[in-house]
Each structure stands twice: as structure tokens, then as C-alpha cells.
């Protein structure tokens, strides 16, 4: 394949506005935090924990990507199923609280989805959540994509254009007939399994089974032991030396990506995509597919054998695969740098990246140096010291969704080895922020500087521990559903696991 020279370097900044920041990882937080002090005021969910799942424990999200949440139900150690009509009635009473506190807005009750949820905006910074009971599926598949996405880096980031790009042409919205970002996510990772050589290994190599079907009994022991079978695997993947290494560069990914699905239409006939096997497999021959009645199979691998693009209709899937046709041939022709984040990208990343090469050229002309301000998002550093074990008997980890702040926050009795929210002295802040959230406390001592500046007396700050000192940042659980997160030093009882910890002012 004939690279195309301006596409690998235009992704990367395509990848350097979408990838969170800092402050998109702590406003997620916060909205985590502003749940938990609604759930407090509902009887019946006292006791509940809160638990992100989805893209932002996978590592799979944009800067402007939404927030799934399960509300897990205190039931002890083992794993009980809780009912549709009991998730219906839990869901209404949190929807009434949630309208009562006047924080969120766009309140969506979808009672008859497969799997009732509440769609909701948080009012302070506006983002999308959706809502559900005792997600432990959800849970379970994004921790299966985090740990995919650690085999190879290309992943992630063919996942996170994927999606854009899919938002761009408005085939990412499942309540539309198009798909959801799950089952994109599941099509870059066939591709990556399917390319030569074979950069992903069939999923039924990293668990051989429905893993789904494996959450029962004592929790703990149900989730320890797929950590612990799907850690060999992927170790045992990793580590082979018979194993071709496939050194396509992302462009190259990409364009291959979009040309092997876009006669998906016509494919979707006969075949299904199963990430299991690998392969595609011929629908008429699989028992367990029959009757069909989709317009395209993509098999769960995780929840066998749901079909994670049951919401993709037949006329959608002709307009699918012709924005899949039609990507492919600009990408492996069009040399110009503004076409391919016009195909590639919404609007409003489109123009923001524009709009900075024109700042940039203009400072790298006048200074002879690119400028430093340039609207560009980071990726979460993966620092080791903060990753966390879903159990410390196996090498696999879970995703650290509890980045550090800029600085150590104060009143935290926390110890900065075991803080994942400290930052270690003399590390570098982040950059690509133009202007970063500040919480009300930073915003107070900017004030202060000011009016020493100006020869004021300052004004007095709030008190020490106050939640104004404290900011809007949520503060981590302890041990919960057997997921370690720091936590104040001493035993935690077991009528204490499942509550929030809060360090002391």
C-alpha cells in the first residue's frame, strides 16, 4: 500500500484535539460525586454505590464523549439478579430526586430498553449521562476493552477516529438505525484481528467462553478468576516468539479499516462479524445467529450471542456502507491536509484545528517557534504507581480512572504513595489546556496574586477542609465490588465496604 505522506501526521493532530485532558477526566469525577450525593437522599438506593463503566473505564473516550454510570445495589457478596420491574421502580425514584435537586436537565426516562436506563445532562458541565442498575455486563466489557486496548496501542486510537469519524457522518446513533459506539469499537477490533498479519488474536484465546455467563456466585471470586484466565492469555499472546509483527502505521490501519467494510451491505447478507472466532462466519451455518432478524450481525464476544448492532436498519446499512466506500478512496488519494479532517471530523474540531495552524503559523513566522497554546487535548498518562489490580494475584489492571490534580490537594491525610489523586513533586503539568477548569479555590488564590500585585490586601480565603477549599473534585471510594482504590490508611470493616470515603478536613 502507497502511504499517503500527509495522512499519518494529520491523524496525530486529529488525535491531540479528541484525546480527554485533565480537566475532562475531573469533570467526569465530579459529576460521579454530584450522583452519589443525590443517591443519599433516595431511601431505597442508601447503601448503592456509583460506578462508572463504558468508554471512560475502557480509556475509549473523546473529549466530548458521554458518561455511563451503574447504580450498584448493596446486596452483599454475591452477585443477585435484580429484576426489570425493580430496575423500572429503583429508576423513577432516582429520576424524581434527580429533578428535585435542580442540577440536571434533559431528564430522559427510557423504561423499555433492553436495559432500562435514565439519559440525564449534568447542569454544571454539561455532560450526557446515561444511567443504569447493576450494570455488572457493562462493567465487565469495558474492562475487557481496556485491557485489549493494552496489547496495542493502535487500538485506542484507531477507535477513538473511528468514532469520530462516525459522528461526523452521523452513523453513530443507535436511536437513529445506525451503530453505537460498543459495536464500533467491536469492528476495529475484527479489523485488527482479520489484517496480515494478525495484530489482535481471536477473543475466545483471551477468555474461551461467554464471560457474561461467568458472573455468578460470590462476585469477588466470579471477577478474580476472569482477571486471572484473561491476564494468561493476553500474556501468553504477547509473549510469543512465533508470532508475525504487523508495522502497518495507523494511516495504514485506517485506510485498510474502511476499505474491508465497505461492502458491508452486501456482506451483511450472508456473513456476520464474530470477534470470537476472528472470522467471519456464515449466518445460515450458525445455530446460535438463527432466525436472523438483523439487517448486520456483529456478535458480542462477551455476551454470546447478543448482537451488539441490532440497532443498525437495512436502509442505513446502504448509507453505511456508502460513507465507508467513500472515506476509503479520499483517504488513500487526497493529499490535502484540511479534505481529510473535513472526512474525518465534526465541524467543530475541523474548524478548531484550522483555526490553530493559522495561530501557529502566524507565531512560528513571527518567532521562528510554534506556539504553545495550541487547542490540543492529552492523553491520561498511565502512571504505574496510580493503575490499579482488580485483584493483586494477577498481572492484569484495572483502568486508573482517578487521575492526580495539578498540585497535591490540601486537607488530604492520604499518604502521596498510595494518592492516586497527588501528583508526584517536581512532575510536569499537563499541556494542551487553552484554558483549563479551575475550581474555586484556584480561582480565589489567582485573585489573591492579583491584588498583592496591586499593592491590595488579599481577600480572606475560605476556611481550611471547607468544601470551598475542597473544590468540585469527587473524591475516590474505598474498596468497592472488590476494585482497590486509594482509600485513608487502617481496616476497612465489612459493613463499611460499598461507602464513599472522603478524607478528613
Not at 455488572?136 to 477516529?161: A, M, N, T
Amino acid at each position: 500500500m502507497n502511504r499517503n505522506p500527509v495522512l499519518d501526521p494529520t491523524l496525530q493532530e486529529i488525535l491531540q484535539v479528541v484525546k480527554p485532558t485533565r480537566a475532562d477526566w475531573d469533570t467526569r469525577i465530579s459529576v460521579l460525586d454530584q450522583l452519589r450525593n443525590v443517591l443519599q437522599s433516595v431511601e431505597s438506593l442508601r447503601g448503592a454505590t456509583v460506578q462508572p463503566f463504558g468508554s471512560f473505564v475502557s480509556n475509549l473516550f473523546t473529549r466530548w464523549g458521554d458518561l455511563d454510570i451503574s447504580v450498584d445495589l448493596f446486596s452483599g457478596s454475591s452477585i443477585l439478579f435484580t429484576g426489570k420491574k425493580q430496575k423500572q421502580t429503583l429508576l423513577a425514584q432516582l429520576l424524581r430526586a434527580m429533578r428535585a435537586s435542580g442540577l440536571w436537565y434533559r431528564l430522559q426516562f427510557v423504561i423499555h430498553a433492553r436495559v432500562p436506563i435514565l439519559k440525564v445532562v449534568s447542569g454544571h458541565q454539561r455532560i450526557s449521562c446515561d444511567i443504569s442498575i447493576d450494570n455488572l455486563e457493562g462493567l465487565l466489557k469495558s474492562r475487557f476493552l481496556f485491557w485489549i486496548s493494552e496489547i496495542d496501542g493502535r487500538f485506542r486510537d484507531l477507535v477513538l477516529l473511528v468514532k469520530e469519524w462516525a459522528k461526523a457522518h452521523d452513523i453513530n446513533n443507535p436511536k437513529n438505525g445506525t451503530f453505537n459506539s460498543y459495536s464500533l469499537s467491536l469492528l476495529v477490533i475484527f479489523h485488527l484481528q482479520t489484517c496480515v498479519p494478525a495484530i489482535l488474536p481471536p477473543l475466545g484465546e483471551i477468555y474461551p467462553r461467554s464471560a457474561v455467563d461467568d458472573l455468578k456466585g460470590v462476585r469477588k471470586t466470579a471477577e478474580e478468576s476472569i482477571a486471572q484466565l484473561s491476564a494468561a492469555n493476553i500474556a501468553r499472546f504477547k509473549s510469543g516468539s512465533s508470532r508475525s509483527v504487523n508495522r502497518s502505521s495507523l494511516s495504514e490501519l485506517l485506510v485498510s479499516f474502511f476499505a474491508k467494510f465497505s461492502d458491508i451491505n452486501l456482506k451483511a447478507t450472508e456473513l456476520g462479524v464474530c470477534p470470537f472466532t476472528g472470522r467471519w462466519e456464515n449466518i445460515s451455518n450458525n445455530t446460535r445467529w438463527l432466525p436472523k432478524t438483523y439487517s448486520l450481525f456483529v456478535e458480542d464476544p462477551f455476551e454470546q450471542p447478543e448482537n451488539a448492532a441490532r440497532s443498525v436498519s437495512r436502509k442505513n446499512l446502504d448509507r453505511i456502507a456508502q460513507v465507508f466506500e467513500m472515506t476509503s478512496r479520499r483517504l488513500a488519494t487526497d493529499s490535502n491536509r484540511n479534505s481529510i479532517i473535513g472526512v474525518l471530523t465534526a465541524p467543530h474540531i475541523s474548524q478548531s484545528l484550522v483555526r490553530t495552524t493559522n495561530v501557529q503559523n502566524h507565531h512560528h513566522h513571527a518567532n521562528g517557534a510554534r506556539h504553545p497554546h495550541s487547542l490540543q487535548g492529552q492523553a491520561r498518562p498511565w502512571n504505574h504507581q496510580m493503575q490499579q489490580n482488580w485483584s493483586p494475584s494477577n498481572n492484569i489492571q484495572n483502568p486508573p480512572y482517578w487521575p492526580g490534580p495539578a498540585r497535591p490537594r490540601p486537607q488530604q491525610n492520604w499518604s502521596s504513595q498510595n494518592n492516586p489523586r497527588n501528583m508526584q513533586q517536581g512532575q510536569a503539568p499537563f499541556q494542551g489546556q487553552t484554558r483549563p477548569v479551575m475550581t474555586q479555590t484556584q480561582t480565589q488564590q489567582q485573585q489573591q496574586k492579583s491584588q498583592y500585585k496591586n499593592g491590595k490586601q488579599p481577600m480572606t480565603s475560605a476556611p481550611s477542609g471547607s468544601s470551598q477549599s475542597q473544590g468540585q473534585i469527587g473524591k475516590p471510594p474505598g474498596q468497592v465490588n472488590g476494585v482497590s482504590f486509594a482509600r485513608p490508611a487502617g481496616p476497612i470493616s465489612q459493613s463499611q465496604r460499598g461507602q464513599v470515603w472522603r478524607p478528613r478536613g
